[in-house]
Structures are given as structure tokens and as C-alpha cells.
């Protein structure tokens, strides 16, 4: 497979090289961040730097241990290699494995010759004394998988988008996936999926093996896209037998957001303008993790699978991104761009019946303002527009020019 630059990120990156700001790359496991320091990194080297002016460091790698053992060893390598060069680039990549990593970046980005760049797969990497630390002067990069954009570069027949699109949705855009046979593309993506349990959540939490938790999440994945709370989740298990207090949810849920393995979506009611702090909706990172944890998708949840295909390209476009409400009707996502305009968008897997069109337009009927509103759906079609609301074939909307 050929190396897909990923040229929104790369981009970003450069436009912030040597500002004093520490540069942070966040996102779910093997979603491409080492990936791109490398880009970055032969980005430098071509204009003019010197390699012995760049340090990088994995800190998954073992032979690294001492440094995890011994912070301060890591910080006077760094520092030490500093004092006698102009600019040198450092990269700390899965940095939250090093104990007290807070304050080694926080004392290094004190050097005005030290431009620092960091990674880390957990959110705890922004949380707590980094954040009090850092407050103004970092600036996240979140990094997820490969959008259905970067998907088809990947492949050597364009000539089908619709069956590349069927593919997408069942392989989802783990990078490393798609650089091997497609026989074994499952078992690689699951391997990401028990290194996340095991290193992101298990171990960063100190837990123990919970046959619970294995169901929780699994209803999380056969559960993307539906309204959710703590109670109503601790009652469905109930009634299925099992015990489990909200509390305890409630825990489990922030860990597998915290993990980036989901992403939670709060209710925004759009004729009070407010948030709403109940009934939120999950969607997963990637559908190869829930394809390889429930099975290949099938005609009863497609619907919801695309809804987490708009979602994932809704984020990678800078939006802020709610569940909408409009009286008794739901939005299935309310977008305040990164311009400052609002967007109202319906998602469904087909709407050509006249019954079923109807029924994704009450919702935008129901809305008052001006606002953009769209509906995604696989119809092939020209752009319908009803009464100001556009319908759009998805493929043609994931492929716009300019994101």
C-alpha cells in the first residue's frame, strides 16, 4: 500500500513548527500518529534540518525501559543535546507509559531551542496536571483512521466507489489494515482491539478481567447510535440477569471514551438553544472494531453504521457535533461548523420510498430558522432539493472538495 500523506494533518502540522506552542497528537491506537510524525519528520529533513537535530522516541518500544524507570535520564539526554545545537525537534510518542511525563514537558518546552511534539492514545493525556500545567500553550491534533477519502487512495481500481464504499464500511480505515492481505485484516484489527482493552483501559485503570465490562461493550458496539444513559443501560442488564449499578457504568463508559474506542454525543435541544445532559449517543471510532466484535454488519443496523461514517467525517472536518431535538422529533446531528454557521443533517441508508422521505424531511419541517439542513443517504441520484433541504448521495458528500 502507498503512503497515504494525509495532507489536512501534515498541513497542520507544519503550520506550527517553531511556535511556542507544544504540538499534541491524540487519537485511538494505530489511527496513524507515529505515521505522521514520520511524514513530518521527512517534511523537515527536505527543507534543510539536520537528522542529528531530530529525537524520537517510542515509548512502547522496551529498549526504551530505563527511561520509564528513570524520567530524569530522558530529560538530561534531551536537554543536554540541546544546549549545543540552534533548534532541535523532539518527538514523544505514546508519552503517558513515562511516569511524572508532565512535568518533563513542561521543563523542556521552558528551552526556546526545543520544539516539542507528543502523542499519547488515552485522553488523560490532556487531563489533570498536563492540562493545568500546559493551559495555552498546547494545541491538540486529533487523529483518527483513514476517512473513506484516504480509503479509496489505498486501492487500485476507483472505477466502483459504491463497492469501495460496501468495503469501507466493513473494514473500516485502520491504516495498518489495509497494508496487509485482506485474509487476515480481521485478525489485525482485532489485535488493536485487545491492546486498547488490555493497555488503555485494563491496565490504565488497574482493573481486572470483567466479563461485565466484555458485555458492556459490546453492547456499545451493537448499541451506535441510540440514546443511552448509565440507568437505562444498568436496567436493560437487569432484565437480562445481570447486576450491574449505573455507578459502575457510568465508570466503564468514561474509560472507553477516555480510550477513543467511542465517542460520546450530547442532546442539544434546538428550540431552547441548550445542551441536554441526558440520553446521549455513542459511535465507535472505527466499524472495524465493531465488525470485528459483533460480526459483518447486516441489513438491520447498515443504518446505523453510515450515521457513524458521518459522524467520524463531521469530526475530521473541525465540527461540533450534537443530537438534535425539536419537539417531540430527533436530528440525528446538529453541527456548528468550524465558520460558525449551523448545519442540521438526517442520515438513511435509502429515503426513495415516499413514506420513508417524508419521514427523514418532519424533523427539518419542524426547525424554524434558516440553517443549512441536509439528508445523507447511498440513493444514487442527482442532489434533491425540498423545500430548501438538500438530499445527497453520501459518497459524493464524503468526497467534497476542501475537506
Known amino acids: 500500500m502507498k503512503l497515504i500523506e494525509r495532507k489536512n494533518y501534515l498541513n497542520h502540522l507544519i503550520s506550527l513548527r517553531n511556535t511556542d506552542v507544544i504540538k499534541v497528537l491524540t487519537g485511538i491506537r494505530r489511527s496513524g500518529k507515529s505515521t505522521l510524525f514520520r511524514l513530518y519528520i521527512e517534511h523537515l529533513v527536505s527543507d534543510g534540518v539536520d537528522r542529528k537535530d531530530i529525537l524520537w522516541y517510542n ?73 493545568t500545567l500546559l493551559t495555552g500553550r498546547y494545541v491538540e491534533i486529533h487523529i483518527l483512521p483513514f476517512s473513506f477519502k484516504e480509503y479509496i487512495e489505498t486501492q487500485n481500481d476507483h472505477s466502483r466507489l459504491d463497492l469501495l464504499f460496501i468495503e469501507y464500511l466493513q473494514n473500516g480505515g485502520f491504516p495498518g489494515a489495509l497494508a496487509i492481505p485482506e485474509l487476515t485484516r480481521a485478525d489485525y484489527v482485532r489485535s488493536i482491539y485487545s491492546s486498547i482493552m488490555q493497555k488503555d483501559i485494563m491496565t490504565r485503570n488497574a482493573w ?20 443511552l444513559s448509565p440507568n437505562n443501560i444498568s436496567n436493560i442488564f437487569s432484565n437480562l440477569g445481570f447486576s450491574i449499578s449505573s455507578h459502575t457504568i457510568e465508570n466503564y463508559l468514561s474509560a472507553v471514551c477516555n480510550a477513543y474506542l467511542f465517542y460520546k454525543i450530547s442532546r442539544f435541544n434546538i428550540k431552547g438553544k441548550v445542551i441536554l445532559s441526558t440520553q446521549e449517543k455513542f459511535y465507535t471510532a472505527d466499524l472495524g ?23 467520524l467525517e463531521l469530526l475530521r472536518r473541525g465540527n461540533q457535533i450534537y443530537i438534535g431535538k425539536a419537539d417531540n422529533t430527533e436530528i440525528d446531528f446538529v453541527v456548528q461548523t468550524p465558520k460558525g454557521t449551523t448545519e442540521y443533517i438526517q442520515v438513511a441508508w435509502t429515503a426513495k420510498e415516499e413514506t420513508t422521505f417524508l419521514r427523514e424531511m418532519r424533523p427539518f419541517e419542524l426547525i424554524k430558522d434558516f440553517n443549512k439542513r441536509i439528508l445523507l443517504t447511498t440513493d444514487v441520484e442527482p442532489v434533491i432539493s425540498y423545500k430548501g433541504i438538500q438530499k445527497i448521495n453520501i459518497i459524493d458528500w464524503l468526497l467534497e472538495e476542501n475537506n
Not at 103 to 129: F, Q
Not at 289 to 311: S, Y
Open 208 to 227: 481486572r478481567k470483567s466479563d461485565h465490562f466484555d458485555r458492556l461493550v459490546k453492547f456499545m458496539f451493537d448499541s451506535i447510535g441510540s440514546s
Open 59 to 131: 515509548f512502547e518500544d522496551f529498549s526504551l525501559q530505563p527511561y520509564l524507570d528513570n524520567p530524569k535520564l530522558l530529560h538530561d539526554e534531551i536537554v543536554n543535546r540541546a544546549a549545543s545545537r540552534q533548534n532541535i525537534y523532539v518527538f514523544l510518542d505514546e508519552v503517558q507509559n513515562i511516569k511524572n511525563f508532565e512535568k518533563i514537558v513542561d521543563s523542556l518546552h521552558l528551552r526556546p531551542n526545543i520544539d516539542i511534539y507528543i502523542t499519547g492514545s488515552n485522553s488523560h493525556l490532556l487531563s489533570g496536571e498536563l492540562a
Open 289 to 311: 472494531l465493531k465488525n470485528v466484535v459483533l460480526g459483518q454488519p447486516t441489513k438491520n443496523n447498515t443504518g446505523r453504521a453510515l450515521e457513524n461514517i458521518v459522524f
